[in-house]
């Protein structure tokens, strides 16, 4: 059977390996964040050059706060930078911004920054890129049960549509391809409710060096996955 759904609406990428590339050159660990943070842009391009509409990419788990606390600084001001430098050209490129996860834990001053550029890039229609930033599967899905809670929506009327409006996605698709750099094979609590049917892509390239022949092998092999979604 030949994959029908192509070029896939929605990827999603868990950018895992920035410390293990920095690691192999004797470089600090955010030097890796550096590398993999200047590769976020070409890597947009890339894909919205192939037709896909929804890109998510997994910047900062709800885990990572328990990192060293150097490093946690070092990403969030590594956050701050992204939005200044980028958020002005990817408006300019027609490129919308979501934010995936929570948003309490930031500063203010952070918070009021990603809440400006998605502010300002909510009617551009190109590409919708969301940064999954400070995100954790099950803390969306308890937060989404929280809300639901707060709403007194009877137990009795909750289906799985209903319960997707409480999640951060509440109005982007499913993705259909997840990948992930580095050569680890784990979901490591990314999208697990939306991605129950996805078809999943292991890589051993490091995130800093993810480039288009990579996208390229990546979506060739979802084109040759069969997508039953339980059906014979």
């Given at each position: 059977?030949?994959?029908?759904?192509?070029?896939?609406?929605?990827?999603?990428?868990?950018?895992?390996?920035?410390?293990?590339?920095?690691?192999?050159?004797?470089?600090?660990?955010?030097?890796?964040?550096?590398?993999?943070?200047?590769?976020?842009r070409p890597v947009v391009k890339i894909f919205a050059d192939y037709g896909v509409k929804y890109l998510t990419l997994y910047a900062f788990s709800t885990e990572n706060w328990t990192r060293p606390r150097a490093e946690v600084a070092g990403l969030l001001s590594l956050l701050g930078k992204k939005i200044d430098q980028e958020t002005q050209t990817f408006h300019q490129e027609n490129i919308r911004l979501v934010h995936l996860g929570r948003l309490d834990k930031l500063s203010n001053r952070l918070r009021e920054k990603m809440k400006a550029a998605v502010e300002l890039t909510k009617n551009n229609t190109g590409l919708t890129l969301c940064l999954a930033f400070d995100y954790g599967g099950r803390d969306e899905i308890v937060q989404a049960a929280r809300r639901m809670a707060g709403a007194g929506i009877p137990g009795d009327n909750i289906d799985e549509s209903v319960f997707a409006r409480?999640?951060?996605?509440?109005?982007?698709?499913?993705?259909?391809?997840?990948?992930?750099?580095?050569?680890?094979?784990?979901?490591?609590?990314?999208?697990?409710?939306q991605a129950a049917y996805s078809e999943l892509y292991f890589i051993p390239v490091l995130w800093p060096d993810f480039g288009h022949k990579d996208v390229e092998e990546a979506l060739s092999e979802y084109r040759r996955r069969q997508r039953r979604f339980g059906k014979i």
């Open positions: 059977m030949i994959q029908t759904n192509y070029p896939p609406q929605h990827v999603a990428i868990i950018m895992d390996g920035n410390g293990r590339w920095a690691n192999n050159r004797g470089l600090p660990r955010l030097v890796g964040h550096e590398a993999g943070g200047k590769n976020i409480y999640l951060y996605t509440t109005d982007i698709p499913n993705p259909d391809l997840v990948i992930r750099t580095g050569g680890e094979t784990r979901l490591s609590n990314f999208l697990l409710w």
